[in-house]
């Protein structure tokens, strides 16, 4: 069906953690640790469910599920500019080791720390002040809003620790590094999990104990991720960090925020196409009927199935930009159709496997959750079958990105979600009274018309074409 010219591409040894190892091999290195990374940060993103879903009742435990559905829309705001320059610093690092340039590396690596700092301090503000306005927007009731403002004021204070542990752990990745994003990660997600139990149940604090447990684990991953910059037993290819390197440097900062930029206008677009498919569910109900807590609830066991997309995603954003570093586009190519191939196999048996545990699931979070927990057990039904669209859109985007292309997945995501998320939606919402079992239908077309443009961009090969 495509042409291409990867069956007997030649060998090339990458550098860093990755020299000496095949193919698979290197996917098995780059794909494990983000593999049980994730695992555990959606155990504790379902933790924290749990818990707010079970110290409350009643309407306010409807109350409280609205509050944590449009909770991850607003993290996944504040974190918007710090994936954009995470993703900049890693495809840069990861095309300095591909051509093993360890001092390029390195610098990119200082320049990354600083502007982890700034874009966490910039969105932590912004998403305090656009707290109120946010909620009205959503339509959250009063006791949905007084959980929202509480959460939020507390939860800002950890955007510049999260800023610095994004851009620190891409450019681990970028460097064949996964276990010590793992590692850090670990600690941040235990943490959290401990803290917010004990703060929430045990010492009354409640929503804002969830909120203070996050802030405490993040912290201490500041502490092991910038430790780790500090290796006793220093290579050439190890990731280091030195006080000259933390000095604005405007040529490499401009490489990474070049790449990061387009990411930034995308991953936004993006929060603003959600956000406006958010605001139509509130229009076809009340704020009292429930309808964000059941899409973020369906939203919640639907994330388990990415585990092992995100994973490999990883790894063939690794790869891809460390072949290309390396002067060879075949192997970069036949390096993300075997993560894809894979990731395929396993969300799809992800899927199968959330279809049949979606009640129980849904039930943990939302014990006597009513109408509110079956409709989210509905909508879980409906995705679970199409998560081998899911896989192949998370693999090719991501690695696309990391190898730099990040205006071509900008293009193509926006151009597609327009056309589903926004027009479709809008029609089928205001002139056919869509209901919100048939918004997720459509979402779910949109994730499977971008899983097969995506293959087609990705075949073509004009992505390995990127300049970082």
């Not at 040529?251 to 070049?258: E, H």
């Not at 899911?390 to 926006?414: D, L, P, Q």
Request: overall charge positive; aromatic content about 10%.
């Amino acid at each position: 069906m495509f042409k291409t010219e990867i069956d007997a591409p030649k060998h090339i040894d990458l550098g860093g953690k990755l020299t000496g190892l095949s193919l698979n091999q290197q996917i098995l290195a780059l794909a494990l640790w983000p593999f049980l990374q994730n695992i555990l940060g959606v155990t504790v993103s379902f933790v924290d469910r749990v818990i707010a879903g079970n110290i409350t009742q009643g309407a306010e435990q409807s109350a409280m599920m609205d509050m944590m559905g449009l909770v991850m829309y607003m993290g996944w705001l504040m974190m918007i500019m710090q994936g954009a320059i995470a993703t900049g610093a890693q495809a840069l690092v990861a095309r300095a080791f591909g051509a093993r340039n360890y001092k390029l590396a390195n610098e990119a690596v200082g320049q990354s720390f600083t502007l982890g700092i700034v874009t966490g301090v910039m969105s932590g503000a912004l998403l305090w002040l656009m707290t109120p306005m946010l909620g009205q927007f959503f339509g959250l009731n009063e006791t949905a809003q007084g959980f929202l403002n509480t959460y939020i004021s507390i939860i800002a204070f950890s955007a510049p620790l999260s800023g610095i542990i994004f851009v620190l752990n891409a450019c681990f990745r970028g460097a064949g590094d996964t276990w010590t994003p793992f590692f850090a990660m670990v600690v941040v997600n235990a943490i959290n999990g401990i803290m917010s139990y004990v703060l929430a149940v045990h010492l009354g604090f409640g929503i804002a104990g969830v909120a203070y447990g996050t802030v405490i684990g993040w912290s201490v991953g500041v502490l092991i991720t910038v430790w780790r910059l500090f290796p006793k037993n220093a290579t050439e290819y190890s990731i280091v960090l030195k006080r000259k390197w933390l000095k604005w440097n405007y040529a490499i900062s401009r490489r990474i925020i070049r790449v990061g930029v387009p990411q930034l206008i995308e991953i936004l677009g993006m929060w603003a196409i959600h956000a406006y498919g958010i605001k139509l569910i509130t229009q076809i109900g009340s704020s009292d009927d429930g309808l964000i807590g059941s899409h973020g609830l369906a939203i919640q066991v639907e994330s388990l199935s990415f585990m092992p997309g995100f994973a490999l995603g990883t790894a063939a954003s690794t790869l891809a930009g460390q072949y290309l570093g390396a002067g060879s586009k075949e192997m970069a190519m036949k390096s993300v159709q075997a993560c894809w191939r894979i990731a395929v196999v396993l969300m799809g048996s992800m899927g199968i496997i959330i279809y049949f545990s979606a009640e129980g699931l849904i039930g943990l979070m939302s014990p006597g959750g009513g109408i509110q927990a079956e409709r989210a057990i509905s909508l879980v039904m409906i995705v679970a079958m199409a998560q081998p669209f899911f896989a192949t859109a998370m693999v090719m985007k991501m690695s696309m990105r990391g190898s730099g292309a990040t205006g071509t997945v900008m293009f193509y995501s926006y151009s597609i979600m327009l056309i589903f998320r926004v027009a479709l939606l809008t029609v089928m919402v205001n002139y056919f009274g869509a209901d919100l079992k048939m918004i997720w239908y459509i979402m779910t077309l949109d994730i499977a018309v971008q899983a097969v443009t995506f293959v087609i961009v990705h075949f073509r090969g004009k992505w390995t074409e990127a300049v970082v």
